[in-house]
């Protein structure tokens, strides 16, 4: 990689967001809609709420920045960008993490936005730190960048790309103990939820709200989220390849 070409990358990534108001009000506005809803959903179980919430705070951005970064790349190949972007010096690295670094710092001001309205608006309660929460969820929001952007790999139209959601993040959603403590899964599914990257964000966040100092744990399951993170975007620079002729 080239810090001048990455970037240059990052540089035309988020000029590309700010001119699509879509995405973005997809990535910040979406979050607190959804945020919302669970406020007035759970307005008598405030317990509950904090619970979720919290959760919540994180999964909102894998979700989210799945979907866009999946198509995005997508689309790069489908137009021709990708083909004349590999005419230039911009490496395969460059690209890939150009976009996580991009969304990374979309996803930044998403979190604190989301979080902001969680904590001053609807009254969360955690014993951690409001930083604590933001630093974990905009890694959550990194890793569905790196997986749409892997996924995206093995996609030949947009809807195929969307169908990656049910196969890689639905099952990560369902095991990652927000339904069920991982404990108390099946043996198998436990063994399943154990080498899913989600579980341990989700457990990064749940130790964020029950321990007021950062724990060793949280420490831990924070660097095994950033290590998928990187793992996915080298897998993908390897995957990448021409789509038209």
């Not at 007035?40 to 951005?61: H, N, R, S, T, Y």
């Not at 399943?192 to 060793?216: F, K, N, Q, W």
Request: proline share 4%.
């Amino acid at each position: 990689m080239s810090p001048h070409i990455l970037a240059s990358t990052i540089g035309r990534i988020v000029r590309q967001l700010r001119h699509d108001r879509r995405t973005v009000g997809l990535i910040i506005v979406v979050p607190l809609l959804l945020l919302t809803l669970l406020y007035f959903m759970f307005d008598e179980q405030p317990l509950m709420f904090d619970k979720i919430a919290l959760v919540m705070l994180g999964i909102f951005p894998f979700i989210i920045m799945f979907l866009i970064t999946s198509i995005a790349m997508l689309r790069e190949r489908t137009s021709g960008t990708l083909e004349r972007l590999f005419t230039t010096p911009v490496g395969k690295l460059d690209l890939l993490f150009g976009y996580g670094i991009a969304f990374g710092l979309v996803a930044t001001l998403q979190a604190a936005v989301a979080s902001g309205l969680a904590y001053w608006l609807f009254d969360l309660d955690t014993a951690g730190s409001l930083w604590l929460v933001i630093v974990i969820a905009v890694a959550n929001a990194v890793l569905g960048v790196a997986l749409g952007l892997l996924c995206s790999a093995f996609a030949r139209t947009e809807f195929q790309a969307v169908q990656f959601m049910p196969v890689v993040a639905i099952p990560q959603i369902l095991l990652c103990g927000l339904f069920v403590a991982r404990d108390s899964m099946a043996g198998w599914l436990q063994t399943i939820s154990d080498v899913l990257p989600l579980s341990y964000s989700v457990e990064a966040l749940t130790e964020v709200g029950a321990h007021a100092d950062p724990t060793g744990t949280m420490w831990r399951d924070l660097g095994i989220v950033i290590g998928a993170i990187i793992l996915a975007l080298v897998l993908g620079a390897t995957t990448l390849r021409r789509r038209t002729a």
